[in-house]
């Protein structure tokens, strides 16, 4: 089914609200990550994120609408999932499945047929900077793990909760498409 006007200001609202959701996480980071390289790496993936934000916005401009209220229900379900991080390994592992999982979303709207030339070039500039923010979070994460494990105690823990993460994000993001079906109207998953 084809979505209408009305679903891609709901879709595209939803992408603009993980933008904004993703910057308010890395600033709490930011703050938490002290180091001078690290403080430039945040800034630059902080300026993306409020960035893309702005994109998301003006494509919804665009079509002919405002943004609208997104309902958190990915956001609860994978917290609850997951549980509360207890430190700033357990962010970046976050941050880095919530990263892929934005990359993965665009890569499908990219593919399908319903995609038009104002939301591709939204898409394409976004999905460029998703690589980096990707590499740099799990990068960052595993030299954090072996500066503050040991070497390979802490790095192999790091991969384990990484998988963790993938895996039960996985899980709540299955559960998610029919709700998102429901919201929608369509799901570009299918």
Sequence with gaps: MEPTRESLIK???????????????????????????????????????????????????????????????YQRRLGKALGIPVNIIDLFALTVVVEER???RYAEHLASPYCDEATLEVLNNISADEKWHIAWMEEWLYKLAAKRGGERGGEQKAREQLERYRRLENEVFEEMKDFERSWLGFSFSD
């Design 102 to 104: 934005a990359s993965r």
């Design 11 to 73: 879709l595209f609202s939803y992408y603009r609200d993980a933008e904004i959701r993703g910057a308010g996480l890395l600033m709490k980071m930011m703050q938490r990550e002290k180091d001078p390289e690290a403080q430039v790496l945040f800034s630059r993936h902080i300026d993306d994120e409020t960035r893309h934000s702005w994109l998301w916005t003006e494509r919804i401009k665009k079509a002919g609408g405002l943004p609208v209220e997104v309902p958190d229900g």
